[in-house]
């Protein structure tokens, strides 16, 4: 059973459009993928499912609905009532993202408390279970600690906490790991994708890392400028990318460059408000670019479950087909 | 930290050095001297000006006088007033009670008023009550503080009658000094009406005396919580699904007030400074309108005896601000 769906959904901040008419929907239980360069709008989108976008940030959709709710007509008060305890977030940069003024604890019991209540001694009790879960030593004595005296894995596992405190059924983790070192990286997300298992819940993972979507997820979308170019069946998609950026972002890790002097890059950069391009988005840095994709946009192809936005998709040889 | 302390201490030194060099040498720089003044328009004869010059000291070289002058402060004593011949210590204990009660209500206004104001403008920027509160911040800033005095007792005095022109309190009540404080003695008095008619008299010298320190207090709240509201754990908060005012009362204004805390502490010495100006126009018996009323008359002692101890009590707040943030912010403690 999809768990959220959404078509069409556009973040539009004034003309920009930072989101520009994305589909997919997430199942329970399922991990997915989202990647894609900086500034492609991979977390605008995600935010928006929080409905943590602000003024002048304008958020409008055919279809947003979460467990076969309408998330956008509900009033506010419904929404937050989802937000934080069925739908959680936790983010990029963990040492800036706990309040240095309260304790470990109250953060988490905050959590706790506006969304399902309980006693102090429940709550608490709770409090050390979830840090516990999260693999905190002497969750106990943590409690009383300050963001500032815990490293940034730690900071990140008590994020984790509190997103999970309530029992999500849908997390969504933006780049968990970009601000942590190497090894801590693979302990946070060994721990994020126990817990998704443990608990079912569905997992929208947004990051750079290609290689781990690959390992961890079942789908994948692939963004650029606010667009879903490429979506699909993880496997399908990183063996046979049909979309010529999925390609080139493929060829960019460095385990394919092996053996060469450089490694591949895609040139340029994404364009931002006043330099898009009238065609397809990514003509001016496409190799396979035809005057065709110069002038007129494409239009997805194929099915939700594996679309692509391409006037000439890639074969299975890696070849525009003709 | 001891040795924090004591640094900041030992700077302390030679800003009282200039204190009583700057306060001696400038109320004599002014023309006339005390005799002339105590004479009056009747006038003195040279014999008798000689004389007393000689009875209070005036005769003898600028540096012994000055000599003189520090030997005594250091011993604790500030010398007598030459008018009222009462020691400046004393009188200065008497009339201070009228100052702290002013400076107290005047700034229990600038906080109530400019911390939720400031609050209010940074959550709804760029509407019109952010632009509304910002203006009206920057003109109260600007404004003399006499000239909006007397615009508001025009108003409100005057046009209006709500409030009394100026004193403490009407003169129908005659209330016995056992704190100093009129607003506690009109209750111990047990005069109906007393209280009321104190409160009364505070409420326009108060809104004057608090304008700055309330647009200070208003422009650093809202820049500063601005400033948090960007950060990334209010988007946690948020993300937390907790209700927006708890957010902004929990989460952004705790951390806000860090920087705002530490300009309410340097608003003491506004606040003083402004009273001598606000207690002159409002006829308020407190040290402001006594250092104004010893200049006019020429009464070098309590000018130097009154200066020298409100520049001493802006330098202990000062001082204690500093050593509060010294505790709260190590960074600050070890940098040299």
Redesign the interface.
Known sequence: MSLLKLENLSVTFGNFRAVDQISYSVNEGEVLGIVGESGSGKSVSSLSL?G?IDYPGKVSADQLTFMDQDLLSMPE?QR??????DI??I?Q?PM???????TVGYQII??LK??QGGTKKELKHRAIELLTLVGIPAPESRLSAYPHQLSGGMSQRV?IA?AIACNPKLLIADEPTTALDVTIQAQIIDLLIDLQKEKQMGLVLITHDLALVAEVAHRVIVMYAGQIVESGPASEVFSAPKHPYTQALLASLPESAAGRARLQALPGVVPGQYDRPKGCLLSPRCPYVTDHCRNVEPTSQGSLERQVKCHTPLNTQGRPAA | MFQFIFRRLSLVIPTFIGITLLTFTLIRLIPGDPIEVMAGERGVSAERHAELSAQLGFDQPLYVQYFHYVTGVLQGDLGNSLVTKEPVLSEFLTLFPATIELAFCAAIFAIFVGLPAGMIAAVKRGTLFDHSVMTFSLTGYSMPIFWWALLLMLIFSVTLGWTPVSGRIDVVYWIDDVTGFMLVDSILSGEDGAFSSAVAHLILPSIVLGTIPMAVIARMTRSSMLEVLSEDYIRTARAKGIAPWRVIIIHALRNALIPVITVIGLQVGILLSGAILTETVFAWPGIGKWLIESISRRDYPVVQGGILIVATIIIVVNLMVDITYGIVNPRIRHSR
């Open positions: 929080m943590l008060a937050r009532k989802i937000t934080g305890s959680a977030m983010f940069d800036t993202s706990l309040n240095p003024c309260f905050e959590a506006t969304h994020m509190i």
